[in-house]
């Protein structure tokens, strides 16, 4: 599809009257052409991500998110990208670049950051195990809780384990517990 818009706003005012998909493909396009305008180029990225995410393509959306990323002008706005790419993969069930997000989010933070970022992590592994109890996905659930207690062995995340080993019927599993 031909671009001639260079410009955020420009882009914006073009798309305002495409269907989704048309704006997929415009704005896919759009990346291809758009020369050394920063911000216009995350923003593009950012709305694909968007666009993507509502279509149900989680991981599209995480890829255009961590693009986003490389155009990203304060530590701030990496990290609240890098998170959004966190969410994102989380939810398409890739756990190892989420937390691979999740480190580059907390590289420029300091302490108090870091920990703020760690508890994130662990609210969003356990919204999304949540979520997958919810529509009765105990296998996914299963491998988000495993991959909590590892880091974290609480009483809680054992109940939780132990539920889940036995309507999966992982007998073995279970009495490993305790």
């Known amino acids: 599809?031909?671009?001639?818009?260079?410009?955020?706003?420009?882009?914006?005012?073009k798309i305002l009257s495409m269907s989704d998909l048309i704006q997929i493909e415009y704005l896919e396009s759009a990346v291809r052409v758009l020369g050394e305008s920063v911000d216009t180029r995350r923003f593009v990225h950012e709305k694909l991500s968007?666009?993507?995410f509502k279509r149900g393509m989680l991981k599209e959306a995480a890829?255009?998110?961590?693009?986003?990323?490389?155009?990203?002008?304060?530590?701030?706005?990496?990290?609240?990208?890098?998170?959004?790419?966190?969410?994102?993969h989380i939810a398409a069930g890739d756990y190892e670049s989420a937390d691979s997000a999740f480190r580059q989010a907390g590289a420029n933070s300091n302490k108090q950051e870091k920990e703020k970022l760690l508890e994130l992590r662990k609210i969003l592994y356990f919204k999304q195990a949540l979520e997958h109890e919810k529509n009765v996905r105990n296998s996914h659930a299963l491998k988000i809780y495993e991959r909590m207690y590892s880091e974290d062995r609480s009483s809680e995340l054992k109940e939780k384990l132990k539920g889940l080993y036995q309507r999966l019927g992982k007998i073995q599993e279970f009495r490993q517990l305790g």
Do not use: D, G, P
């Open 1 to 13: 599809m031909y671009v001639k818009e260079r410009t955020k706003e420009e882009i914006e005012q």
């Open 50 to 52: 968007e666009l993507y």
């Open 63 to 88: 890829r255009h998110m961590a693009s986003a990323a490389l155009f990203c002008a304060t530590y701030r706005e990496i990290t609240r990208v890098k998170i959004r790419e966190a969410e994102l």
